[in-house]
Structures are given as structure tokens and as C-alpha cells.
């Protein structure tokens, strides 16, 4: 680790001024929400922005609002907020599981969940569980505002869609459908202070609480350059009735699916197995709680 390379730090009043500054510095200036990812990379000497566009003193982008049976969440909400806040507890408790794991108290009370989306690490524990959910992201630049789908969002590590000058504002999430649950695990070596080894979202909507699966969701992370469907185990449950034989069914397809590579943290044979263990569990989960809704 090194010191810090120099940079300038401005602090705008609002998202106008800050799109103005990132698109006059363009590629030399970066945002900082909670800098727990961007200054680690800073020391490291992985980056050296001459400019920082710090957006913590900006109003409107740091609350949790419903929204029509949903839910619009500020870039700059620290991720503390997603663990307790009673409204993403009950509605959106898949995020709220998601975000308790992230980290550690001290980086839970920093970070944002924008730096966790657009730091687009392939292990970073929100994107699945907002996928899963349907999330969308607003993008605000000088000239204009884009919504785009989170499942469009990632292109691979540490690349986005983002264009220079863009700030992410808003996550938007649509209530969920009747007869919806969903479940996140994490594998991790230990309990905290960990990226996943393997991790995985599931998300099925019923119709009934005795009824077949009329969606469903399961997203891998950890195992491919960015969060992945498994497409051809999510099309195997729609339109079955639940069971735990079609659960471990869809779970073998997800393990089939997933293409990891080996490293420190985990073979790839040994993530492709971890990972019909998850898919099956979190398929479980959250069959438990869409009877439940
Ligand atoms: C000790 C430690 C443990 C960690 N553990 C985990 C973990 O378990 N799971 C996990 O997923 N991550 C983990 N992280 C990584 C990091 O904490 C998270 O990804 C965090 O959510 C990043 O948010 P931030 O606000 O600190 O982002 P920053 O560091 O401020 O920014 C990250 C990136 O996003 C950009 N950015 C931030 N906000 C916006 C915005 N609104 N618009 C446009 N661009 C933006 C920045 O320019 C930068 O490129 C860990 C980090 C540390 C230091």
C-alpha cells in the first residue's frame, strides 16, 4: 500500500453540479461516495483520478421511498439502512439478508449501495439480490436522465454502462407480485469481512399459496465475470408445481450452467458444487416465504 495520490475534492450542492464537474474533468475526475472501495484502489496504486466528485453533501439521493408498491432507494444510501429499515425488511427482505452480510459494521456504515453497483465487482453481494428483484438504476447526466434495467447494467469486472459524466442517482424497485419470496446466501471462508466464494439469489412467484411457479430467478455470483441467470434452471421451474425434487432439479441445471474458474478462494468444481447447494437452499427459502405472502 502506498499514500494516497494528490487529487483535487470538490463537493457539490447537487446532482446538476456534480454531472457539470464530472463532465468538464471527464476522465480525470471519479465520484466518492463512502471511498471504501475507490480509496483502497487509490492506495494501491491501481488508480490515480486527479479529481474526486464527492456526493455525500448532495440532498435527495441518500433515502429509502416508497414508491406505487415499490420501493426507490438513493445511490448514496449507506448500506446500514438496507439491514434495518423496516420497509426493505418486510418487502424486500432478500436485499436486507444481502446487505448483512456485506462486509463489516465499520464498512456497512460507509459504504453506499451505489459504490457496491458501480464498482461491479463480480463478487459484490447487492447486484444479485437486485437483479433477482427486477431492480432498475436512474443515470443522470447534464443533458439527460436514462433508466436502465440492472440486469443490463454489468459488463464485466469493474465495467459498466456508465458514461462518463453520469452519476447513478436512484435504484427503483417494483413492488413485488402476490405469492413472491426470495432468499441470498453467501459461502464464505468466515462469517464477516469476506467477498463470496460462491453466492446465490433466488426469487419464485407462485399463484397461490398451493399454486405452480409462475416466475422465478436464480442468479449466481462469483462464478462468471459479473452476476449470471441461470436461464435454463429458471425456465425448468415456471410452470411446475414447487417441490423439493424440482428444487434440487433446477438447482443440478444451475450447477451445469455456471462456468467459474479456479482461485485462492475456491476450485471451479468446487464453486459448480457449492452452487447447487445454494440454488437448492435459497430455492427452499424463498418457496417459504412466497407461501407466506
Ligand atoms: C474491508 C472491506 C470489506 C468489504 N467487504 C465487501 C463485501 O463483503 N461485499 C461487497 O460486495 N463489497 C465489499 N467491500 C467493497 C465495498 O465496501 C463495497 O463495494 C461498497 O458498497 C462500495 O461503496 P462506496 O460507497 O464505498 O463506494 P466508493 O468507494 O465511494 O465508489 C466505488 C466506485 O463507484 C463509483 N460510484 C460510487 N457512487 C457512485 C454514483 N452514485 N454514481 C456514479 N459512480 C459512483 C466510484 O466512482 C467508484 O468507482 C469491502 C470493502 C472493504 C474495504
Same mark, same amino acid.
Given at each position: ?118 464498482? =461491479?465487482?463480480? #463478487?459484490?453481494?447487492?447486484?444479485? /439480490? @437486485? &437483479? ?5 438504476? +436512474? %443515470? ?86 459479473? =452476476?449470471?441467470? #441461470?436461464?435454463?434452471?429458471?425456465? /425448468? @421451474? &415456471? ?5 423439493? +425434487? %424440482? ?47
Amino acid at each position: 500500500m502506498h499514500l494516497l495520490p494528490r487529487f483535487d475534492y470538490y463537493e457539490p450542492r447537487d446532482v446538476a453540479e456534480a454531472c457539470k464537474l464530472l463532465s468538464q474533468f471527464k476522465a480525470s475526475a471519479k465520484v466518492i461516495a463512502g471511498g471504501t472501495d475507490i480509496l483502497v484502489n487509490m492506495k494501491k496504486g491501481l488508480i490515480a483520478p486527479e479529481y474526486l466528485v464527492g456526493i455525500g453533501k448532495i440532498p435527495g439521493i441518500s433515502e429509502i421511498e416508497p414508491v406505487d408498491g415499490g420501493v426507490s432507494i438513493g445511490s448514496n444510501l449507506i448500506i446500514e439502512k438496507l439491514v434495518e429499515f423496516d420497509l426493505i425488511k418486510k418487502k424486500f427482505a432478500m436485499l436486507s439478508k444481502a446487505a448483512s452480510v456485506l462486509g463489516s459494521p465499520l464498512v456497512r456504515n460507509r459504504a453506499t449501495i451505489g459504490g457496491n453497483i458501480v464498482n =461491479a465487482r463480480p #463478487a459484490a453481494d447487492l447486484p444479485p /439480490a @437486485l &437483479i433477482a428483484m427486477g431492480a432498475r438504476v +436512474k %443515470l443522470k447526466s447534464r443533458r439527460q436522465e436514462r433508466e436502465i434495467s440492472l440486469d443490463r447494467f454489468f459488463k464485466g469486472p469493474g465495467v459498466t454502462v456508465i458514461r462518463p459524466g453520469e452519476v447513478l442517482t436512484q435504484i427503483v424497485i417494483d413492488g413485488p407480485p402476490p405469492f413472491t419470496g426470495g432468499d441470498y446466501i453467501k459461502l464464505m471462508h468466515r462469517r464477516s469481512l469476506e467477498i463470496a466464494i460462491v453466492a446465490v439469489a433466488s426469487r419464485i412467484t407462485l399463484d397461490g399459496p398451493d399454486g405452480i411457479v409462475t416466475d422465478a430467478k436464480i442468479i449466481l455470483s462469483s462464478v462468471a465475470p459479473r =452476476a449470471v441467470h #441461470a436461464v435454463r434452471a429458471e425456465k /425448468a @421451474l &415456471i410452470g411446475e408445481k414447487p417441490t423439493e +425434487k %424440482l428444487f434440487e432439479h433446477a438447482a443440478k441445471i444451475a450447477s451445469n450452467e455456471c462456468r467459474p474458474i479456479d482461485d485462492i478462494r475456491g476450485s471451479a468444481r468446487y464453486r459448480c458444487d457449492m452452487v447447487e447447494v445454494l440454488a437448492k437452499r435459497t430455492l427452499r427459502g424463498a418457496f417459504v416465504e412466497a407461501r407466506e405472502q
